[in-house]
């Protein structure tokens, strides 16, 4: 299957990785959650070339996970997360539990806190009927109503 084709793919893991799947658009992403705001500083800080990083954009822009707006100064244009976009946020926690657990011997280099009271934050898999933690060994998927509309 090509990639393009993934967008069509009746699976709700399947479709947002046509839009983040690819390293820059987290690397993107996470600076976004930092501050990062404007083409140059997302250029310098990255690495990254000019025109992956505008492709990027674009597709964030498109998705409307990024908003471009002029800066409150008026002088240059900003990328700013929409809602949407600080929805994103319990996925790059969760890939940075994982990274801190398996890829960190000599521990976290970052320590993400609660503003309020020190805590540490952490991504925890619930369930919303009874509140119990879960792993994937307690995760049965079943026929959902978006699958049942298309008749599948």
């Given at each position: 299957?090509?990639?393009?084709?993934?967008a069509?793919?009746?699976c709700?893991?399947?479709?947002?990785?046509?839009v983040?799947?690819?390293?820059?658009?987290l690397?993107?992403?996470?600076q976004?959650?930092a501050?990062?705001?404007?083409?140059?500083?997302?250029?310098?800080?990255l690495?990254?070339s000019r025109?992956?990083?505008?492709?990027?954009?674009?597709?964030?822009?498109?998705?409307e996970i990024?908003v471009?707006?002029?800066s409150?100064?008026?002088a240059?244009?900003?990328y700013r997360l929409?809602?949407?976009?600080?929805?994103?946020?319990p996925?790059?926690?969760?890939?940075?539990?994982?990274?801190d657990?398996?890829?960190?011997?000599?521990?976290?280099?970052?320590l993400?806190q609660?503003?309020?009271?020190?805590?540490?934050?952490h991504?925890?898999?619930?369930c919303?009927?009874?509140?119990?933690?879960?792993?994937?060994?307690?995760?049965?998927?079943a026929?959902?109503?978006?699958?049942?509309?298309?008749?599948?």
């Amino acid at each position: 299957m090509r990639y393009e084709e993934l967008a069509d793919e009746y699976c709700s893991i399947t479709r947002p990785l046509v839009v983040l799947g690819d390293r820059w658009t987290l690397l993107i992403l996470k600076q976004s959650f930092a501050g990062v705001r404007r083409f140059n500083a997302f250029q310098s800080v990255l690495g990254i070339s000019r025109s992956r990083l505008q492709n990027r954009l674009d597709r964030l822009v498109e998705h409307e996970i990024l908003v471009k707006q002029k800066s409150d100064e008026g002088a240059h244009e900003e990328y700013r997360l929409t809602d949407k976009g600080f929805d994103i946020y319990p996925i790059l926690m969760a890939l940075r539990d994982w990274g801190d657990a398996y890829m960190a011997p000599d521990g976290p280099p970052v320590l993400y806190q609660h503003r309020d009271c020190g805590g540490e934050a952490h991504v925890h898999l619930e369930c919303d009927s009874c509140s119990k933690p879960m792993t994937a060994r307690d995760v049965t998927p079943a026929v959902g109503p978006g699958l049942v509309a298309i008749g599948l």
